[in-house]
Each structure stands twice: as structure tokens, then as C-alpha cells.
């Protein structure tokens, strides 16, 4: 706008000019009739050029206002100040959080209730093609020596758009298997808890620190490959439950001091080209020996496939996974007349149905309907004859209940699960969850 | 190195290969210019179109498009040929999961939307919002009733805000051509 006041400014000092110039002549070089006819058709000539000028130039200011104005003026009532202010400065804040109310139904002694999780995002723009992500998550509110909580750097990486189709990472992201782990905010799933199968078998939240690069095409395929950090199968404690709970969890590192001799490989397709439709497999693979004394060309290998369906207000979700720790029996016959050996393969898979009942102004009611099997230890290597462990059992867990989305990012929850092979009373669960 | 490392970097290594080719052919940004083609590609001009809303306009829109996501900033042009309007290209902002998504899309002279042109993602998450498919969907549609998000409109599994987003955004622009661009006498 300063620019084009300028010109405009210009150009009437340049008319004023013109006319001082053609008036102010003195009497005694007085031009005939003729030539101030002329030079009157001159001037004529030069208001008009300079009026197309000054409507020209108008023209490009209101242009130019108008872009500067319409984006305030007429989204005033949608846009928050504060996100085009930091949207300018290119720093923005996200987060999500979920509390949590468990009362099994045979033993209400264990009934607890918990901040699962209160995780606040950060993103800053450094450019046009250059941003960092972050996220800072508290698990069960409280954490010291003496309580259950846990203050975890969840994500910390640089993305760099190389072109609107190619996106490349470095730093701790978040791997790109299954269909909860990149998706893991409480509005983004059915169930007051995670699924077991995407918990105990893909151990979500799951990240690793490395790169990945991930492209999408025009007709719908994603793919993701990177280079990353892996498991360390020497935090197995066969003292402790917690591996056949979810043998990767128990050795995931997280990347806090993890060892990385040994580096792992993601391969990841998704297939969204059908509206309503996706489909995606990934495989993982790496060495969790990382030179450890005892530990030799110990590759975990973990791989899935999932599928989901949105057919009207239907919504199916369907996923298999599946891993494996190869040469195990070494390790193991130094665990023996331990409760928890190492598994050398373990799997799960479950099936989910649900359906928007009521849609309202944004609000929406949903039940759903889960069926879930897995077993953590669904094949041990052979030991030394009586050695050997029974492969454990399979587990199945049906799960129905609803959400209540209301909102844009806000989630009540109420479920029944019940529990078949593992024993376990019936669970009652009640939850809180938002995003933004 | 072991020899399950080696395949893992085989692996690795075999995908990033196969990776380019599919990626450049589609590398290129959409200009606006470029978005204004695809929307109206026998329009011979586009004006810029100046939008002053009343309060009244406002609330109307609001109550016609329903919730919203934060919006960035908005730009109308009229597009025509040989001095006959063909309708209106609009270019909105919204947010997808933390990042702008810049998109544009036509309102016919009959109400008729086109295809959604993305113009920028800027975050890796979401990026699926640019499938052709995808941005299909929306074409022909008239009528707000339309327009429903899972229903008429489908998700994106793994790009739900960026896809819901966007959606809510198109709805939010339809219902400004039916209460300010649309010509009187098509007012129903």
C-alpha cells in the first residue's frame, strides 16, 4: 500500500509540474495561438495518460487491500487471533490427556482411577520446509521414586519437506505400525483403554530414534522406510511378568541412553486411494543383541497388517500382527527355574465394529463392539527336552461399549471388557479424553 | 555387522530406491494461478473479489456451516470467460492437525462445487489429504446436506483432523456462496 501511495503521490506532483510549467511562461515569450492550442492538446493528452495511471494504480491498492483485510473481516467469527499469531511466528502447542476409572467387577478393592496421561506438543516452523516436533507426557500424574508416575519425551524430531510429497525425519518419532501407535490420542480410539493387541504385541506408544523418509502418491500410497534404534534384549528380566505382558515393551528403550550398535530398519505401506477405505502393512526388523556379553544375532522382527472401512455411519477396523526373536535358547537356558523366558514368537489380531447412532452440530454417539486374541508367548525355542516352556496361552477379550464425542476434541467413555483364557475379573472402565 | 542387519539394510536400502520415481512426477507446489486453472480451466480471467460481511451475514454463515477449525486467511475471485462469470474460485486456510492446510475450491454459477485443490501441507501427518480421490469427492455437490463428514464425505484412516478439517472448511464456504455470492435470482 506504502508503495502505491508513492507512485500516486508521484505522479500528481508530476501533473502539478506539467501545468505550473505550461502556465507560468512569461507574457513576453508568448507562443502564437496556434502553438498554445498544441500545447493545451499536449497537456490534454498527458491528464488523460496520467488519469488511466492513477485509475490503474487504485485499481492494484484495493486489490491489495482487500487481500490484506478479507481474511480478518470475514473469518472473524472462526479465527482465534491468538493461532494466526502464532501461526506468523511459526511456534504452535497441541496436546491431549486422558483420566481414566477402572473397577473390576469381582475384586472393587483393585477399582483405581488415574491421569493415564497429560501430554502437551510443541511445534516451531524454523522455515518454510523446516519444523520440529515435540511431546512432553506425564503418565499417572505423579512421578518420584515413591510414585507410579512418568515424565517421557515422547517425540523430539526435525522434519524437513523436501517437496509436497516427501517428508524426511530425524530425531524420536513415533514408528509407523499398526493403526494406533501414530494415532493414539483418546479421541482417536474406541475403548476407555488402548487395545490390547496394539499394547501387549505393538507396543504402543512405540518410538525409536533415527530417520525416515515418507512420501505419499496422487493416488493414494503412503510409504515409509528409515533407519532406526531397536530393541535391547538384554533388559529381559525373567524375574519379572512383565514379558509375557508384552515382550517388546519390556525391552523397548525409548531412547533413553539406548544402545545402538545394532540399528533396526521400518518399511511401512498405507493405501488410502479409496475414500473410506485404508490398508497398510509394515515389518520391522533389527539386532536386539547391541554387542551385549551373553547375546549374539538376537533380530527381532515384528510385522503386521491393518485395514479399516467406513461404510456410511459403520466404521470396521481389523488388524494382525505378529513377532518373532530368533536364537533364544541360548539366553534361555541361562534363565532357567525363572518364571518369564524369553518367547520366540508371539501375535495378536482383533476386529472392531462401530457405529455414529446420533450426529448432532459435531457431537456424535458411537458404540462399538471389540474382539481381540493374542498370545505373548505363543511358541518358545526348543530347549534341552523338559526345559522347555508350554507356549502360553491365548487370550481373548471382548470389549463393547461408547463414546461420546462432543466439542471438536472432547471424548467421554464408558466400557465393559471381558476377559477368557487369562482369568481376570470383568472390568468396568469409565474415561475422560480430550485433544486439541 | 550380522547378517540379519545386512537384510535389514537390504530392506532399507531396496525401498528408498524404489522410492523417486513415484515421488517426483508429483513434487511440484500448485500455484494459485495453477489452482485457478485446474477449478475453471476455460475461465480467461480471474478478479479479485472484495467480501465485507455484516453481523447478520456472519451468524448466518456460522449457523448454516456449523463447528469450525481454526481458519487462516480466505481469498475470492470471480471467474470468467469472454465477460460471462462462471463462478468463484475460493482459497481457505485450516488447520490440520497443528500446521495450515492451503486449499481452494470452485462454486459454480449453478452452486456446483469442483474437486478440493490442495495449494500446501506442510506437516508430514495428514498428508494423505492431497489423494486425487479423495479431493474427488466433493465435486458436483450442491447442497450443505451433502456435504456430511464419514457420510457423504469420507475419513481418512490416519488423517482424520487434516480430512475433517477441510471438509468443515468447504462446508463453511459453500455456506458464504449461499448467503452472499449466490446471484438473486437463483436464491431459492
Known sequence: ????????????????????????????????????????????SEVSTLRSELARVSQEQQATNARAAVPVQVLGQTTDS?????????????GYGQIDYSRPKDEPSDTTETVSRFVVGMTNEFDEKTRMVSELEVENTVSSADDPGEVEVEQLYIERTFDDRLFGKVGLFLIPSGLLNENHEPTRFYGVFRNRVETAIIPTTWREGGMLMQGTTEFGLRWDAGLTTGFDLSKWDPTSPEGKESPLGSIHQELALAKASDMSGIFALNYTGIPGVRLGAS??????????????????????????????????????????????SKVNLTFIG????????FYGWYGQAAYDLFDWDGNSVRPFVRFERLNTASNYSDLSPGLTPENGPDQDIITGGFSFLFAQGVVLKADYQHFHGIGGSDLINFGMGYQF | MAEADRGVFGLVGAAMLMMP????????????DAAQRAIFPSADSFEPFVLALTGEQKSAIVGLAGPQPPHGSLRVWKAVHAGVPLGYVLLDEVIGRSDL???????????????????????????????AAWRRQFADRRDLS???????????????????????????????????LREPSHRS
Open chain 2, 101 to 131: 492446510i492451503t486449499y481452494a475450491i470452485g462454486i459454480g454459477s449453478d452452486g456446483a462445487l469442483t474437486p478440493v485443490e490442495v495449494l500446501a501441507y506442510r506437516e508430514s501427518h495428514g498428508a494423505e489429504i492431497r489423494n
Open chain 1, 283 to 328: 515389518i520391522f526388523s533389527g539386532d536386539a543383541a547391541q554387542g551385549q556379553p551373553g547375546f549374539d544375532d538376537n533380530v527381532v522382527t515384528l510385522w503386521e497388517a491393518h485395514g479399516t472401512w467406513t461404510p456410511g455411519k459403520f466404521e470396521f477396523a481389523a488388524l494382525y500382527a505378529n513377532g518373532h526373536i530368533s536364537n533364544t
Open chain 1, 338 to 345: 525363572n518364571p518369564t523366558l524369553i518367547p520366540e514368537s
Open chain 1, 82 to 94: 491468538a493461532t494466526v499469531a502464532e501461526a506468523e511466528s511459526g511456534l504452535d502447542f497441541f
Open chain 2, 21 to 32: 520415481t513415484s515421488v517426483v512426477v508429483a513434487a511440484e507446489y500448485l500455484t494459485i
Open chain 2, 146 to 180: 451433502e456435504l456430511e463428514f464419514r457420510i457423504d464425505i469420507k475419513n481418512i484412516s490416519g488423517a482424520t483432523l487434516s480430512s475433517e478439517h477441510v471438509t468443515q472448511g468447504v462446508r463453511w464456504l459453500l455456506a458464504l456462496w449461499e448467503t452472499v
Open chain 1, 1 to 44: 500500500m506504502q508503495r502505491s501511495t508513492i507512485r500516486i503521490s508521484s505522479l500528481l506532483h508530476a501533473a502539478v509540474a506539467i501545468a505550473v510549467g505550461a502556465f507560468a511562461a512569461p507574457p513576453a515569450a508568448a507562443a502564437t495561438q496556434q502553438e498554445l492550442e498544441a500545447q493545451l492538446a499536449a497537456l490534454a
